[in-house]
């Protein structure tokens, strides 16, 4: 059924007669209806939890009547933003950071460009450790880390692809260099 009624139709759910079965029957339906669906009423949920508070009526009461008084409004908000504000986490880094960070990755890679003559070897290298980490590392990781079970198979097999993972790219990486270093 629908958990939110309307006052008025809660009233008249509780308090209409029954349309049969005498005034005993009709009695102990009212009462039945009206211990379901006055906890609801009452702002408790028919479940167990607490309902939410209703919210305020709107009225004017709280508007500030001259600009003074506004302004007041605004100064005491204000003072408590900067209170909320003190005990909020620390900023992101500062613009400085940004440029420096910045600055290091687009002097690395000028350098690289400028040192590396082979685009195959980069892509080699992208490669060696980009795919054996997504294909290898991380699911054997992952697995690893979330299997409920100690003792399983499937979280022991995790573990030696894990292990292959980080056997196969030292590999990988050594014997791109081994043949890097032979073609010069």
Avoid at 7 to 21: D, E, H, I, N, Y
Avoid at 128 to 144: E, N
Avoid at 147 to 156: A, I, V
Avoid at 169 to 179: E, K, N, V
């Amino acid at each position: 059924r629908d958990a939110s009624i309307s006052p008025t139709r809660l009233k008249k759910t509780v308090l209409s007669p029954a349309p049969s079965g005498g005034a005993a029957a009709s009695r102990a339906e009212a009462e039945a209806k009206r211990s379901r669906f006055g906890l609801a009423a009452q702002g408790q949920s028919i479940a167990g939890q607490p309902a939410p508070p209703p919210l305020p009526a709107p009225s004017t009461a709280s508007a500030p009547a001259s600009s003074a008084a506004a302004a007041a409004a605004i100064g005491a908000a204000t003072a408590a933003a900067a209170a909320d504000d003190a005990a909020a986490p620390p900023l992101p880094p500062s613009e400085l950071t940004f440029w420096v960070v910045t600055s290091l990755f687009l002097v690395c890679s000028v350098g690289i460009a400028l040192v590396v003559t082979d685009l195959g070897l980069v892509l080699s290298v992208v490669g060696a450790t980009g795919s054996t980490t997504v294909s290898y590392l991380l699911p054997g990781f992952c697995y690893f880390r979330l299997c409920p079970r100690k003792r399983s198979p499937m979280r022991l097999l995790a573990l030696l692809q894990l292990a292959l993972g980080c056997i196969i790219m030292p590999g990988s990486l050594a014997l791109i260099f081994a043949a890097g270093a032979g073609e010069r």
